[in-house]
């Protein structure tokens, strides 16, 4: 099995060249080439559709073409030396930027970043689509079971016996509270009583009726008062009327004779 592969001269004419096997190494195209036109592979450019051919490359298919071009010492036309001028001007500083240049493809260095940088961007916009899958995965698994731990139980009947407790309470401190007033207020009304009295007994000019008066006035004493409904009650005061008699002739003689 032969392969034919058409050659495009330098003159614009068309040349078939055939090599054994069901592909062609583009060195051995060279050597073929050297050996008919006389041009040394290193100056030869194989041109086939739009892509430069290497040396290590393989041409394959039916009747592949390829276009035969010199290479060109120098680059496009001294831009390179373009460049180093305009950088060496007065008042300016040397450039940095080479994204115009070509590399040996032909094809300009910004172009060769951009592709860089547009499969970096790849790289990394997989790297977090990996992640997001994994955590949906992580989302979508059930979550652990829950150990076994003791739960405080609510004590209903202590809860009533301490509300209880508490309403008891409040009713004891509120009825000590209003018999402590209600005490305070007759005991007031006593000794407002016993001052008019005194005061009646003194207009009159005799002391005797003033001692009298004092004497036979209701003075208040104080007694303990009952228990109250919750316990006793420490402190509680409470107040009853005696009347204070006054006393026989007997004991006033008694009394001067001493």
């Known amino acids: ?21 069901p592909t062609m190494p583009v060195h051995a195209l060279m050597a073929a080439i050297h050996e008919a036109e006389g041009i040394p592979p290193e100056t030869q450019r194989l041109v086939w559709g739009s892509r430069d051919l290497r040396p290590t490359d393989f041409l394959s298919g039916p009747l592949p073409r390829v276009t035969l071009c010199l290479r060109v010492a120098g680059g496009k036309g001294g831009f ?21 240049c070509r590399d040996l493809n032909g094809v300009r260095l910004k172009a060769v970043h951009q592709d860089r ?8 916009q997989a790297a977090k689509h990996e992640s997001k899958q994994q955590s949906r995965k992580a989302v979508d698994e059930p979550p652990p079971p829950l150990l076994d731990s003791p739960t405080a139980a609510f004590d209903l009947d202590g809860y009533y016996e301490a509300n209880e407790s508490a309403r008891a309470c409040v009713a ?16 007031g009304a006593a000794v407002r009583e016993a001052a008019e009295a005194v005061e009646a007994s003194a207009s009159d000019g005799s002391p005797s009726a003033a001692v009298d008066g004092a004497r036979a006035s209701k003075a208040p004493r104080v007694d303990a008062p009952a228990a109250a409904p919750g316990g006793e009650r420490k402190g509680a005061v409470g107040a009853r009327w005696s009347v204070l008699e006054r006393p026989s002739d007997d004991s006033d003689d008694s009394s001067a004779d001493g």
Do not use: H, P, Y
């Open 1 to 21: 099995m032969t392969i034919s592969v058409l050659v495009g001269r330098l003159d614009g004419t068309t040349r078939c060249l055939r090599a054994e096997g």
């Open 172 to 187: 004891t401190a509120v009825s000590a509270g209003l018999a402590t007033k209600r005490q305070r207020d007759v005991l």
């Open 117 to 124: 940088q547009i499969a970096e961007w790849r790289a990394r």
């Open 80 to 100: 390179g030396a373009m460049l180093r001028g305009k950088s060496l001007a007065a008042g300016q500083k040397k450039t940095t930027n080479f994204d115009a």
